[in-house]
């Protein structure tokens, strides 16, 4: 369910992204397409100019050579001679050619004198300039509009002497204007440097008032842009700009050569948008195309949601092996509130198989499964009640929510289940059973179901290590279970306060009683002062998997204790650290040790490993394995409390030890004539093996003299010396150097 959700998020969430990049680049292209539109833009406006510069410029350059003859010829008959004249504008397009005189007086071939004095193109003309007037009307035809083209006449001595004109149709302007691009949607203008239109291309939209920038300042949208237009015309600068009038334009704008002419080349923007639609219509399409499927997708996935919910709801709440239901659904019955409605009590009662492990070994697993699936079964008969809820736990425990009565109406319950499973058939063996039963009276149902359950498991445990049918949960059992919690938590932290030291017990030659070599014995050093001797922590540690960290701290310990009666000038006597089953089951913490010796500059022969006989059950080939890598790296091995386990020295032979340790339960039997016998047949047959004899615990005179003459090697115990600090071992080393017995 969880599952289908996040596939659902996920797909909502990469469509989103997919929309979102598809925009992106929908918007990647607008830009694209509006800056390509505007490069284009530049380049027709740059064409445009050059186009309308050259034919001006053709025709000033035709006005000159006439100007030219005239002042040459220092006669009008030019324009008097209208045959000419006429085949002259045949020739060359103007319609009418005049001269004027300096006071004004024009001689035209139209045989008019007419007074132009007052013409801005004759005023121009006769500062020097070349001229194009702006549209004016036709003398021959007052529905044409022309444009007069005046340049000045000179004398022999540079001097201007008149102005020569012609007049051409200012539809000559359109012509050159014609060019245009974006199929026929774009056009041209030609204004002055107020924004009087004095030309433009056939396509153009014709301006009211004839006038751009009024035009356009009727919407007040487009005053800046007139402003920032108008500011360009008069410091003689181009650009280009976007406005609207009739639709959004971009509009391009560059000085021209004559007059304080420009030429404005515009394109609706509606021709980028028909260039760029069909790209947006196809992400559009995409979109939806995207939007149908992922709906599709939804949809697929919430129908196979739901049929599957139905499925996995059963897989989710069902124990596959013994079909009944698992822990899960026992949370969520319990959560519900289940006895809302009963007067009844209830309790909930674990069930684990005591020694299962051994059965699944002996019979094989199908035996085990058959037990459970039996098991199971009679749990699920024996239900009195619909609202009980029988469920399998993990492995070989079971659980079940019971409502009753009274407690001996319970308890008479489970002895009949316990009965019923006493002894079982499987194939041809029969198997005897029992139970570890725990049971915990639900006193509030509302209390967290994890809780509920802990409780009945702290009750089968403790029942475990007892022999009682079953046993009630308490508070002062949970408070065991915490005090342990607690006692967990600050090994923890002890570990990581590096509190686990090193003591030393010394060991003594039989013989002469010197000092030949010490046992290093952890010792927790607490923050408060206070010293905890190991059987306050070591089992739990092996417990809980933190014993190997004590051991690394306790070898840590002894490495740099061992370097410092170096630099004392002591002479070092091998010290024997005591290991744990952790660095015999593999190689990887073995070499670890021998990296930590390295960093310390310690040598070998100064360590000694002390492994216990009980760590041999089971484990010979990988024990082998470890004791030659010890040999490897140069440790003596030590196999420490010889005559606790079951071991006979015959079989510990093939494992290569170098020193034999006997226990202290040995030592105790000193005095009987058949424990006299034991240790010292134990000490000859150790010998015969080739293995130094060392003997622990050793407390009396009595004991340490009878071993004597047994021929131990090398005895450890209270009657020597008990666990010393390292201030009390270094002392005793100290009078070892000056020679004087300890
Ligand atoms: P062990 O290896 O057999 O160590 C000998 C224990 O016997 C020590 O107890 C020592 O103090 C005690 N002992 C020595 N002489 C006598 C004596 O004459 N009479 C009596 N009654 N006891 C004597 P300790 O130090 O309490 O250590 C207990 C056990 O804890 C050790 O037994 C060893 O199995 C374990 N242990 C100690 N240090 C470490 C360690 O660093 N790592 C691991 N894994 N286990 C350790
Ligand atoms: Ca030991
Ligand atoms: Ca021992």
Redesign the pocket.
């Known amino acids: 369910m969880k599952k289908h959700k996040r596939i659902i998020f996920l797909v909502i969430l990469s469509i989103m992204g997919l929309v979102n990049a598809l925009l992106l680049f929908n918007k990647y292209i607008d830009n694209k397409l509006e800056s390509q539109l505007m490069t284009s833009l530049e380049n027709l406006s740059q064409q445009n100019v050059v186009i309308i510069n050259h034919q001006i410029e053709d025709k000033f350059s035709l006005l000159q050579m006439f100007a030219n003859e005239v002042g040459d010829k220092k006669n009008y008959d030019i324009v008097q001679d209208h045959k000419k004249v006429e085949k002259l504008s045949q020739i060359f397009g103007f319609r009418l050619v005049g001269i004027a005189l300096p006071d004004g007086t024009a001689y035209t071939s139209y045989k008019k004198v007419v007074d132009v004095s007052q013409r801005r193109y004759f005023q121009e003309s006769m500062k020097g300039k070349n001229y194009v007037s702006e549209p004016l009307d036709d003398i021959y035809d007052p529905n044409v509009k022309i444009n007069v083209y005046s340049v000045p006449i000179y004398d022999e001595y540079k001097n201007i002497k008149g102005v020569f004109f012609t007049t051409y149709k200012n539809e000559d302007f359109k012509k050159f204007l014609r060019i245009s691009s974006y199929n026929g949607k774009g056009y041209s203008y030609i204004l002055d440097s107020k924004g009087n239109v004095i030309s433009d291309s056939p396509q153009a939209q014709i301006y009211g008032t004839k006038n751009m920038f009024k035009t356009l300042e009727k919407y007040s949208e487009n005053k800046e842009i007139v402003n920032q237009m108008k500011k360009d015309f008069q410091n003689g600068q181009g650009g280009e700009i976007s406005y609207n009038y009739k639709g959004y334009k971009y509009a391009n704008y560059a000085p021209l050569n004559i007059n304080d002419w420009w030429c404005v080349t515009i394109v609706p923007k509606n021709v980028l948008e028909q260039r760029i639609l069909p790209i947006s219509y196809g992400v559009i399409a995409i979109c939806i195309a995207i939007f149908i499927v992922s709906l599709g997708v939804i949809a697929y996935i919430v129908l196979k949601q739901n049929k599957y919910q139905s499925h996995l709801k059963k897989i989710a709440y069902y124990d596959k092996l013994t079909e009944i239901h698992n822990k899960a659904y026992l949370e969520e019955k319990l959560t519900q509130n289940i006895n809302a409605n009963t007067e009844k009590k209830s309790a909930l009662v674990i069930y684990n198989i005591r020694k299962f492990k051994m059965i699944n070994e002996i019979y094989g697993t199908g035996a085990g499964d058959y037990i459970l699936k039996s098991f199971a079964n009679s749990l699920k008969q024996y239900k009195t009640n619909e609202l009980e809820i029988v469920v399998r736990g993990y492995g070989d425990e079971f659980a079940v929510l019971y409502f009753y009565n009274h407690k001996e109406e319970l308890e008479k319950r489970i002895q009949s289940i316990l009965a019923i499973n006493k002894h079982i058939q499987y194939l041809s063996y029969p198997i005897d059973l029992s139970f570890a039963v725990g049971i915990y009276e639900i006193k509030n149902m509302n209390c967290m179901f994890e809780r509920i359950y802990n409780y009945a498991s702290i009750a089968k445990n403790e029942n475990k290590e007892r022999q009682d049918l079953f046993t009630y949960y308490c508070d002062e059992l949970g408070n065991e279970q915490i005090t342990i919690k607690r006692k967990e938590d600050a090994i923890k932290k002890g570990i990581e306060n590096k509190e686990f030291k090193a003591w030393f017990?010394p060991k003594f030659d039989a013989k002469s009683k010197k000092i030949t070599g010490m046992?290093?014995?952890?010792r927790w050093e607490k923050e408060d002062g206070s010293i905890l001797?190991?059987?306050y922590f070591?089992s739990l540690s092996e417990k809980i998997r933190l014993?190997q960290d004590?051991?690394e701290l306790?070898f840590i310990d002894v490495c740099k204790k061992i370097k410092q009666w170096e630099l004392q000038g002591l002479s070092i006597l091998p010290v024997s650290?005591?290991?744990?089953q952790a660095y015999l089951n593999g190689l990887s913490a073995l070499n670890h040790l021998k990296k930590i010796m390295d960093e310390y500059g310690v040598s070998s022969e100064f360590i000694q490993l002390?492994i216990?006989e009980s760590y041999m059950i089971d484990n010979e080939e990988s024990l082998n394995l470890a004791v030659t890598k010890m040999h490897e790296y140069g440790f003596k091995v030590l196999l420490?409390?010889f005559g606790v386990g079951y071991s006979s020295l015959m079989s510990i032979h093939s494992l290569d030890f170098d020193i034999l340790k006997i226990d202290?339960s040995f030592v105790d039997a000193i005095g009987t004539a058949s424990g006299n016998a034991i240790i010292q047949y134990t000490i000859q047959l150790g010998k015969k093996l080739d293995m130094k004899i060392v003997v622990?615990?050793?407390?009396t005179k009595e004991q340490y003299e009878f071993l004597k003459i047994c021929g131990c090697d090398e005895i450890?115990?209270?009657?020597f010396a008990?666990?010393q600090t390292f201030y009390e071992i270094s002392k005793i080393l100290m009078l070892k150097k000056e020679n004087i017995s300890y």
């Open positions: 017990q046992e290093a014995l952890a001797l190991p059987n070591i014993i004590i051991d306790v650290v005591n290991l744990s002390e216990t420490d409390d202290k622990e615990g050793v407390e450890q115990g209270y009657y008990k666990p």
